[in-house]
């Protein structure tokens, strides 16, 4: 996984603050999700797993919500 995977993925589920929601939701230092995210150190295949999964749930979640009534 790319950084570029990584900040999109984060950005999706999370928003524009995502390193720090993401770092929570996965059990990892903020600092760690930053280094990923600059490119710096390598996405480990386990987290790269993680996010995937993450980002599935996410968008079987929001398939699935109701419209919004008017």
Do not use: F, N
Not at 9 to 29: P, S, T, V
Not at 42 to 61: F, G, N, T, W
């Amino acid at each position: 996984m790319t950084r570029e995977e990584l900040q999109a993925i984060g950005q999706e589920i999370y928003g524009e603050e995502w390193r720090h929601a993401l770092a929570r939701a996965i059990l990892a230092d903020y600092r760690l999700v930053r280094r990923w995210a600059s490119g710096a150190i390598p996405i480990p295949i386990d987290v790269e797993r993680l996010l995937m999964a993450l980002v599935e749930r996410h968008r079987s979640k929001a398939k699935y919500q109701p419209s919004p009534s008017r």
